[in-house]
């Protein structure tokens, strides 16, 4: 992805303010695009209702439909911009994320973007909402915003891991940082580019494996390295890989950047530090109720989050 010439914007229809569109938005500042309003629609308590016929159903959906339309409409007038060609889409479907996922294959936008909001650890771990779905299944880069705006000050953040053996294999750190590259440069941010390495987790695996066979090869142990000289060289490599990664989209030095520590403490510091608008990760599709790093960290960071798949994946859902 270079540039970002199509956008599907997921509208909340119960809220006034339209965060992700007001987003969209500012990637039209220079450059024509095409915005697609989609409203993802889908009441229960209507379904379930015992007083309505099979047509008198039908018909409420249409209503609804038709008045969420009108909605859109609204949006569109009231930000209407010559370099901007909008769609819309109603749909009335569940589950919403499979809804959305439906209309990206159709569509087949750069990018996605969509209001994020806060759920409580239990409800969150035990109905997995559609926030996290599209997390793990979006195929494309998906950017799930939160309430807070981008100023001239802010910039965009890469996160990679040059050592992780899925990243190799399928070139997720270079689709992270080249999709880094085409978000910052439609928003006129810098680029950052963000490795965080653990030594924690060096130290428990040092002192748990037998220091031969596949280890020797790796870490070159001999009796006369000790575990922190093993540490020591292992942060070289990670430096090496790093700046190598990143030497096509961020060259500047200045603006690479290794840290040490838990990344889920480490981690929101330094993207306070760096002013961070937008941070630029990977996922891959996961089971499980807990999820990923990813998954976490939408909570516990205060920027926007952009969700980056590897290359060749497929939403899981179809």
Request: proline share 5%.
């Amino acid at each position: 992805m270079q540039t970002i010439k199509k956008i599907l914007v997921d509208i909340d229809p119960d809220k006034q303010e339209q965060l992700a569109l007001s987003k969209a938005l500012q990637f039209a500042k220079n450059k024509p695009i095409t915005i697609k309003l989609l409203s993802c629609l889908y009441y229960p308590s209507v379904v379930a209702s015992n007083l309505l016929s099979v047509k008198q159903l039908k018909k409420a959906q249409a209503e609804i439909i038709k008045i969420n339309q009108k909605k859109l409409d609204k949006l569109i007038s009231q930000h209407s911009q010559s370099n901007v060609t909008f769609e819309t889409e109603v749909v009335w479907y569940s589950p919403i994320y499979l809804a959305i996922l439906k209309v990206v294959d159709n569509f087949k936008p750069d990018l996605v973007i969509k209001a994020t909001h806060q759920h409580t650890v239990i409800a969150r771990r035990l109905f997995t909402p559609t926030d996290w779905y599209l997390l793990k299944a979006c195929p494309v880069p998906i950017l799930l915003v939160k309430n807070h705006k981008w100023t001239k000050n802010t910039s965009v953040v890469a996160a990679i891991d040059p050592e992780h053996n899925l990243s190799e294999k399928s070139e997720l750190d270079k689709s992270i940082l080249k999709t880094g590259f085409a978000i910052s440069s439609g928003l006129e941010m810098p680029l950052h580019a963000l490795h965080c390495f653990d030594p924690s987790y060096w130290d428990i695996l040092l002192e748990a494996v037998d220091k031969s066979g596949m280890w020797a090869d790796v870490f070159s142990y001999d009796q006369q390295q000790n575990e922190p000289m093993v540490l020591e060289k292992l942060r070289n490599q990670h430096n090496v890989k790093f700046a190598e990664e990143c030497s096509e989209y961020v060259p500047n030095s200045a603006n690479q950047h290794i840290i040490s520590g838990d990344i889920d403490d480490v981690l929101p510091k330094t993207l306070d530090q760096l002013k961070a608008g937008i941070l630029v990760l990977g996922t891959t599709y996961r089971t499980g109720l807990l999820g990923s790093t990813a998954q976490r960290l939408i909570e516990t960071v205060g920027c926007d989050l952009l969700a980056v798949k590897p290359k060749g994946f497929e939403a899981p859902f179809h």
